[in-house]
């Protein structure tokens, strides 16, 4: 049998490129449940700071992925994670001070959402400030972009559905695939929403102090300030002067997953499309309902 070279060229070129990040599915699914939880005055704002065809938010969600290979957007490209100095299951943490000495995903948040709330810079450095914020928010809640070991996983294989992959790719895309082709893209954004208010009364009793999440209940606009509890709060107050201190915990909390669930708790040769899956799809779930409603919070706040 004769193999077609470009026919198997093509198609391991669109597989890298499916699988290069948080899927878009993932980002399209933190874009449209954001969306969902804005204010109408900000929906308006948003909507008059995002280009025509970036939108609605779903669609924006994924642009910080199509540009990051352009020549213009190489600079980018270390915002969508943070390479975090752990060995989980053994240790995780997230250390600004140390993990963060270029550029990462909690400075690109700051830098969006301080750009972006600040009525006197441009149009275009606010806008391009918009839709980095709603990707990275995302990024930051996809536990591989949120750890050092195996840069992201990205060099730790392991088996789904018969084949290799990279555990980054598993997490960006495998495990949220399968979900997606047992339920349907439509159906899933429904029961992701139906999710939302259990994840709000969690920021509400579990952690009254996350600003973020506590304006959507309150519905005020009330400062990003002291979402950490007090010894949180002083452990990063040291290090680091800033006031946005809420991605902070947003990374702490994603990175301690892996050590608390296990991550990379499998055996080589077990297929993760099986039991592993069945063991994180949950948690998938609702790091992406957060993402949305957080970032919604911090829209809501600033716009
Ligand atoms: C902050 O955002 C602006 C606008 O997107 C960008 O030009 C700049 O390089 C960013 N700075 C950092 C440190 O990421
Ligand atoms: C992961 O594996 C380690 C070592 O076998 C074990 O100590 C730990 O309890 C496991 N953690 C989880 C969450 O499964």
């Known amino acids: 049998m ?7 060229v093509f198609f391991l070129i669109l597989r890298i490129y499916c699988v290069t990040a948080w899927g878009f599915i993932g980002h399209e699914l933190v874009g449209a449940l954001a969306q969902e939880l804005l204010l109408p005055s900000t929906l308006e704002t948003v909507m ?3 280009p025509v065809n970036e939108r609605p938010l779903s669609k924006a969600a994924t642009w910080a992925d199509r540009v990051k290979s352009k020549q213009a957007y190489k600079w ?11 060995d989980p299951p053994r240790y ?8 963060c000495t270029q550029n990462c995903a909690i400075k690109a948040i700051i830098n969006a959402t301080d750009i972006l709330s600040n009525s006197k810079e441009t149009k275009l450095r606010r806008q391009e400030s918009l839709l980095m914020l709603i990707h990275i928010v995302g990024d930051l809640h996809q536990p591989f ?6 840069e992201g996983g990205n060099s730790v294989k392991g088996t789904f559905g ?7 790719q598993i997490w960006d895309t495998m495990l949220l695939d399968k979900r997606l082709k047992l339920i349907g893209k439509s159906d899933y954004l429904d029961v992701l929403k139906s999710k939302i208010a259990i994840e709000l009364s969690y920021a509400a009793t579990c952690a009254p102090e996350d600003n973020a999440v506590h304006a959507l209940i309150t ?11 007090d010894y ?24 301690q997953y892996h050590c608390t669930d296990g991550t990379l708790n499998f055996t080589q040769g077990e297929d993760l499309s099986l039991d592993y899956y069945d063991r994180h799809i949950e948690a998938i779930e609702r790091f992406i309902i957060l993402a949305g409603v957080r970032l919604a919070g911090i829209l809501n706040q600033i716009l």
């Open 92 to 99: 995780c943490n997230v250390d600004f001070s140390t993990d």
């Open 232 to 255: 949180l709060k002083q452990y990063f107050r040291y290090m680091f002067s800033h006031n946005y201190i809420c991605p902070f915990k947003w990374a702490y909390e994603v990175n």
């Open 219 to 229: 519905d005020t606009k009330t400062s990003l300030l002291a979402c950490f509890t």
């Open 48 to 50: 008059n700071l995002l």
């Open 76 to 86: 980018s490209q270390p915002l969508h994670y943070i390479n975090t100095n752990d």
């Open 162 to 168: 018969g084949n290799k992959f990279s555990m980054h």
């Open 2 to 8: 004769k193999i077609d070279v470009s026919r198997v």
């Open 145 to 150: 972009h949120v750890l050092g070991l195996g």
